[in-house]
């Protein structure tokens, strides 16, 4: 996995609800960037 | 906070409407995120790996977080906010 310190890949994807979500939006936030399996399995 | 996972726009809204969550949950149907931070390795890969990262305010990586556990997951995350 990428490691702490990386600078991390920008990004832009479509949401559940279908709006754009940019990870420059995010800028001067921390973000919690969760990758799970499939949707509705534990975890 | 922002979820992603290989799943169709439907299948996250199920997710999300399910489990009552507020936050994003991206589609990112293509692999092309999950391979830029190695939670994939193959744009045809069914699933991505659980990997969390959290990203500073300066957009770098400040953690990286591997875990085959949810709830120790869910609890290491809910120190960090």
Same mark, same amino acid.
């Given at each position: 996995m990428l490691q702490a310190g990386t600078v991390a890949p920008l990004f832009e994807l479509k949401d559940h609800l279908g709006r754009t979500v940019k990870l420059?939006?995010?800028?001067g936030k921390r973000v919690v960037l969760w990758f799970y399996p499939k949707a509705d399995t534990p975890g | 906070m922002l979820g992603i996972s290989f799943d169709t726009q439907a299948e996250n809204k199920a997710f999300a409407e399910k489990f009552g969550y507020d936050f994003p949950l991206l589609c990112d149907t293509e692999r092309t995120v999950g391979i830029a931070y190695k !939670? !994939? +390795?193959?744009?045809? +890969?069914?699933y991505a790996k659980r990997y969390t990262y959290v990203i500073g305010a300066d957009g770098k990586i400040e953690q990286a977080i591997d875990t085959k556990d949810p709830a120790g997951q869910a609890a290491e995350l809910l120190k960090q906010l």
């Open positions: 420059s939006d995010q800028k | !939670a !994939a +390795d193959h744009p045809k +890969d069914k």
